[in-house]
């Protein structure tokens, strides 16, 4: 994502900070978060391809705020807790999203590089502890091959439906949808119909932002693809409706210079778009937008206030992903990752906040 001054949104991020539709909405069930165990007497798998294990190390994040050790409320959200994640796995990073079970554990991201990571966090109490059983696989395209083959990189967002797992893949204009009830993370992807505009997004400005609407909800059967930066007349973020009962285009506000990272709806309807932005004045900015999921329609451009904001006196870094699960409480837990691009001084973050107001 170029800026102004020319300099990409990879160096402006690491310039920064030298100085995961829900689970439970989806149904996706829990063994599915699992590679399949090996038939009695069948040999492990030692294909390029298939899955390997790999050790995620992680270090607690304490507080959210670097300045003031006891707060815990930032806007609508209550911070519960965060982990720096650290591998001596060489493909471990550039973590674009994921999403979570139904009891926020087993988790499916991947990395802006096409490949796969499943796993499971662990918790102590309301706490991350670490991640456990992690595994790691290359996302494999249509004609067997992963994606890489065909110069597919930037996967950028990811969206469930059941066991079908849509990505986004922001420089090709494309999304693939896998099945993991055909081979887990080994599954084929198919590429998705979209609009023609959809074809027309800026360079590394197009979909980041994928949520399927589950049964139950306005514009159920819908995928909502939503772009970066890919700007309308006004200036506003295009955004798309595939598939669906009034499948069109629509737009997202663009306000305060901020780009789309990632979206989740919530059980009751609301959509969270999450946002970032850098300036040379004032660093790095995140924010959630929180907007009513019916007022998502063909033309319309949408908005919401505000819910959450942060900054570089925050613990944050380039946070790409965004999911949401209810614990036996009814607690609504937001999960947040960020994408390190595999670079030294920045870091992988993964953060949980409760959804208080």
Do not use: C
């Not at 607690?331 to 906040?353: A, C, G, P, Y």
């Amino acid at each position: 994502m170029p800026s102004a001054s020319g300099l990409s949104r990879r160096a402006l991020l690491q310039l920064a900070a030298a100085g995961l539709s829900t689970m439970a909405a989806s149904g996706l069930a829990k063994a599915q978060f699992v590679s399949p165990p090996a038939a009695p007497g069948q040999t492990e798998d030692h294909s390029p391809d298939a899955p390997v294990p790999i050790e995620v190390k992680s270090r607690p994040i304490p507080w959210f705020d670097r300045h003031d050790h006891d707060r815990v409320r930032f806007g609508a959200l209550e911070y519960r807790s965060g982990l720096v994640l650290t591998s001596p796995y060489p493909q471990f990073g550039g973590l674009s999203g994921l999403r979570l079970d139904a009891k926020g554990e087993r988790f499916i991201s991947f990395s802006d590089k096409g490949r796969w990571f499943t796993g499971q966090i662990r918790y102590q109490g309301r706490a991350m502890t670490g991640l456990a059983d992690v595994e790691s696989a290359p996302m494999i395209g249509p004609y067997g091959k992963p994606i890489t083959a065909h110069g597919w990189y930037d996967s950028e967002s990811i969206a469930l439906d059941g066991s079908l797992v849509y990505i986004g893949l922001e420089r090709a204009n494309k999304v693939l949808r896998f099945d993991f009830s055909k081979g887990f993370t080994r599954a084929r992807g198919e590429i998705v119909p979209l609009p023609v505009a959809a074809s027309r997004l800026p360079n590394n400005k197009g979909l980041e932002a994928l949520v399927f609407v589950p049964k139950g909800q306005p514009l159920a059967g819908t995928l909502i693809a939503i772009s970066e930066r890919g700007l309308d007349p006004n200036g506003n973020l295009i955004a798309f409706l595939v598939g669906g009962p009034t499948p069109g285009q629509f737009s997202v506000r663009r306000t305060g210079e901020f780009d789309v990272s990632d979206a989740v709806l919530l059980s009751n309807g609301d959509l969270l778009i999450l946002e970032r932005k850098f300036s040379w004045t004032s660093g790095v900015g995140i924010r959630i937008r929180r907007i009513p999921l019916q007022s998502v329609a063909p033309g319309a451009v949408i908005d919401g206030p505000s819910i959450f904001a942060a900054d570089l006196g925050n613990e944050v870094d380039n946070m790409e992903g965004i999911d949401a699960f209810v614990t036996e409480q009814g607690e609504t837990v937001l999960t947040m990752v960020s994408d390190d691009n595999f670079s030294m001084i920045q870091r992988t973050l993964l953060l949980q906040f409760t959804l208080v107001g």
